[in-house]
């Protein structure tokens, strides 16, 4: 079962495809590039907005869906 999604900005680029994502409020959330982002290599940088799905059972994870 998918998660919720939100928008956040990137803030930090991690080893492996993983970013540290501003979603508001002072939260932050580890997300990591997937589908059509990891393949097309879009490339993410600090303060680029992104649309992220978070995991159903660790809010503080999540993955990244699209580049906005």
Same mark, same amino acid.
């Given at each position: 079962?998918? /998660?919720?999604?939100?928008? /956040?900005?990137?803030? #930090? #680029? ?5 970013? $540290?994502?501003?979603? /508001? ?13 990891? $393949?097309?290599?879009?490339? %993410? %940088?600090? /303060?680029?907005?992104? #649309?992220?799905?978070l ?9 990244i869906? $699209?580049?906005l």
């Amino acid at each position: 079962m998918p /998660g919720s999604r939100c928008q /956040g900005s990137v803030v #930090e #680029e991690l080893p492996q495809l993983v970013f $540290r994502v501003d979603v /508001g409020k002072g939260r932050e959330v580890l997300a990591h590039a997937v589908g059509m982002t990891e $393949r097309n290599f879009v490339r %993410l %940088l600090p /303060g680029d907005k992104v #649309e992220i799905e978070l995991a159903a059972q660790d809010v503080t994870r999540g993955r990244i869906v $699209r580049k906005l």
